[in-house]
């Protein structure tokens, strides 16, 4: 069914509807209507006696724990950030950029709310109920500004897809680069279009991810256990602060489901199991978007050519209120649409248009509700038929049995050549733009491949198996090509052999601290640096690496030495080269050719890239790491953990794990130390771990690195961090004999209840 775009006028007429309805709704009947029992990580299992119960205490733990950040996340999805927050003239800027956009998401959710199934309505509007009994009973907590009067509406808003914002800044990047008109950006440096467009000052501003985020996912299947039972693993690793949130949800006779609840939301599960399946996600990089040029009516600048015809371009005007100091002003921002999408940029002759798969789309949670019931393969398919998630790779395992792998994107069935997101392709005909996406089984998919495994490490799908390697002859050009990147490859080193596996196998798998780079291009360097004849510092040091085990293990010594010489090796190997990253050298042979003797190649692509291609440039990065790591952490003579660190409140504990690009299987990424400068300390990786058995009771085992809560003051906060830092993770309560044996707190919303 399409859905009309709705007019912002709906927004006070339909908010007061779902008002009246939440009034018929008293939060004391739904307190009664669930049971919250905390375990000894502070994990609520949730009993409620139906959906919006359940809602309504997801949205009340959530708050427990992690209070402002849901809050600001619903009034930036209201479009109404601008007006209780005070910002200085460049932030409010883009704030009300930001907020004017968020208006048209809401206002979709307002269109699309109705549309949802009952099910579906019933949990984000029982989160929202939530939200507002917690406000009621702690409003000390909150600025006074934030008042309970969330709705449904809120919380269906936060998943509205949009436009991506990359696709965006890079074909504005390709602009500046062709000379347009243009200013610099006073912050970056970048040029900025003149005539930018609301779309495209959000997209220049928008937060640049880290290169390493991403996730790792294994599927074993009954062949390659110990138990005859299939396995499921997973590890997102994001920034700490993107908000896992590990809970447990049961609705007798509905659903049985335990995994990761982003905070912010009821329904965004990137990862969990009931009884009888479970399911990760690891990102992909599918083209989900298509950029248009269409010329500009030589007659008429706001209208376009297409068919022979002049269109107008569609305009919407959206006020946003705006603080500023104890008044409050309003600016208006002014959007133009086309029929196949929103105008980006314009300029004299033409207007851009993006066309995304996933912009406006509104099911996202119910996909994933579906998901969560899911009993078998077949019910799981059809809730992924739904396709309302633009990407990801979805790896599932089941009580049965069966190991699945699905490439998901939302990837248009395009007419033509693609162009990226560097080039604009010309329309003059409508046929000339794409109008469906490839269906969800026309998508590279692997069920019980031989050798009974699935791995993914956000590389293309091509090598998810080795023994059964996707041709990528058989997709269409516009799908992801082939590579497989050092820690695709150290995950296939652990699990592509014939060796059976325990759970607890699998959990020591996981925290892998093997580099692999040191192991494909040591003993080069090794070579290179012995054939100069060091003395001093350099042949202590290469003592050392020689006697180092490869490892990024927190009491090793020799990782931070070589991490910082590869850092120098790249930077000299990129004079006058466009390699941007060492995670690009590393897995892409046209840029790698200066950096290793054997670049990564498909003839052999789990044992490629390897070797050094230069021994002097080698030698002189090695000479200089010793003195940077003199001058950056007072030695080079230091174990792994004695320079990077865990470090959350009054925590400070040495700790394992690397990046990626280095081969890392334990993904870990540091920033410099506040307090001293010559350590580091973890700001993202490895965040929140599960792995799974799948029987005739699923049994499991979970850490969450940071802890259940970002407040300092809750005995949830950092709780899990030494346990993670110790390689450890905790066995997960899902049975009801298993809860009630490590409950520690047993409560409804707003009272406790008597043990």
Not at 247 to 268: S, T
Not at 471 to 479: E, H, L
Not at 587 to 600: C, D, M, N, R, T
Not at 648 to 663: F, H, Q
Request: proline share 5%; hydrophobic share 35%; charged share 25%.
């Amino acid at each position: 069914m399409k859905l009309r775009p709705c007019y912002l006028w709906l927004f006070g007429l339909l908010f007061t509807f779902e008002s009246i309805n939440s009034s018929n709704v008293h939060a004391q009947d739904l307190s009664d209507q669930v049971v919250i029992r905390r375990t000894a990580y502070g994990v609520p299992h949730i009993v409620a006696d139906n959906l919006l119960a359940a809602g309504y205490a997801l949205g009340y733990v959530q708050l427990e724990d992690y209070g402002r950040m849901v809050v600001d996340g619903m009034v930036k999805a209201r479009g109404q950030w601008s007006q209780f927050n005070d910002l200085g003239a460049r932030e409010r800027s883009l704030s009300i950029d930001r907020d004017a956009s968020a208006r048209l998401r809401y206002a979709r959710a307002v269109e699309t709310f109705p549309v949802l199934k009952k099910e579906t309505r019933d949990v984000l509007t029982g989160f929202a109920f939530g939200l507002n009994k917690y406000i009621e009973l702690h409003p000390g907590e909150f600025p006074a500004w934030v008042k309970p009067d969330f709705t449904g509406y809120d919380v269906h808003a936060r998943d509205i897809g949009s436009h991506k914002t990359t696709s965006i800044s890079g074909f504005l990047r390709r602009l500046r680069g062709q000379g347009a008109d243009s200013t610099a950006d006073d912050r970056t440096g970048m040029r900025i279009i003149k005539d930018n467009t609301v779309w495209a000052r959000v997209a220049d501003r928008a937060e640049v991810p880290h290169p390493d985020e991403g996730s790792n996912t294994w599927a074993l299947a009954p062949s390659r256990t110990t138990s005859g039972r299939a396995i499921l693993m997973r590890n997102p690793h994001l920034n700490w602060n993107s908000g896992y949130y590990e809970a447990q949800l049961v609705i007798p006779g509905i659903m049985n489901f335990y995994g990761d609840f982003r905070i912010g939301g009821p329904l965004i599960t990137i990862g969990g199991y009931n009884e009888r399946l479970g399911w990760s996600t690891t990102n992909n990089d599918p083209d989900t978007d298509e950029i248009y040029s269409f010329q500009v009516s030589p007659t008429n600048p706001d209208h376009f050519l297409i068919d022979g015809a002049s269109v107008p371009l569609e305009k919407k005007q959206v006020t946003v209120k705006v603080k500023n100091g104890a008044g409050l002003y309003e600016e208006t921002r002014e959007f133009l649409f086309t029929p196949f999408g929103p105008v980006f940029h314009r300029d004299n002759d033409k207007v851009y248009v993006i066309r995304d798969a996933g912009d406006g789309e509104y099911r996202l949670a119910e996909q994933f509700l579906m998901m969560m019931k899911a009993r078998n393969l077949k019910e799981y398919k059809q809730a992924m038929r739904i396709q309302a998630k633009p990407s990801s790779n979805f790896t599932y395992a089941d009580a049965d049995g069966n190991i699945f792998y699905v490439w998901n994107a939302m990837t248009p069935n395009l007419p033509h050549a693609s162009g990226g997101d560097t080039s604009a392709v010309p329309v003059t005909r409508s046929n000339q733009v794409w109008k469906k996406i490839v269906p969800f089984d026309s998508l590279p998919q692997l069920l019980n491949p031989k050798g009974g495994y699935l791995h993914n490490e956000n590389d293309p799908f091509h090598y998810t198996n080795l023994n059964e390697v996707f041709d990528a002859a058989d997709f269409p050009p516009y799908f992801s090509q082939p590579r497989l990147r050092l820690r695709s490859q150290h995950a296939l080193d652990l699990i592509a052999n014939k060796k059976k596996f325990s759970l607890e196998d699998v959990v020591k798998l996981k925290y892998s601290m093997r580099m692999l780079l040191a192991e494909r291009v040591k003993a080069d360097l090794i070579k290179a640096i012995r054939h100069t004849t060091p003395t001093g510092e350099v042949a202590a040091a290469l003592k050392q690496l020689e006697s180092w085990d490869n490892t990024v293990n927190r009491e090793s010594k020799g990782g931070v030495l070589f991490e910082v010489w590869w850092e120098r090796y790249v930077q000299l190997a990129n004079v006058g080269k466009r390699i941007t990253s060492t995670a690009e050298s590393a897995g892409f042979p046209a840029l790698a050719e200066s950096l290793f003797a054997e670049v990564w190649s498909p003839a052999n692509p789990a044992h490629t890239p390897k070797g050094l291609a230069n021994a002097s440039r080698a030698v002189e990065a090695f000479k200089w790491a010793v003195e940077s790591c003199n001058k950056r952490y007072g030695s080079w003579d230091l174990a792994w953990g004695d320079v990077n660190r865990a470090r959350l409140g009054n925590i400070d504990i040495p700790i394992g794990g690397a990046t990626g690009e280095l081969g890392c299987f334990s993904v870990l990424w540091f920033i410099p130390h506040k307090l001293d400068q010559q350590k580091r300390e973890a700001r993202g990786g490895d965040g929140w771990i599960i792995a799974v058995e799948f029987g005739k009771t699923p049994r499991a085992y979970s850490v969450l690195a940071y802890g259940q809560s970002n407040k300092q003051d809750s005995p949830y906060f950092a709780d899990q961090l030494d346990l993670f830092a110790n390689k450890q993770m905790k066995p997960v309560a899902f049975t009801e004999g298993d809860i009630r044996k490590q409950t520690v707190r047993e409560y409804r919303p707003g009272k406790e209840i008597k043990r």
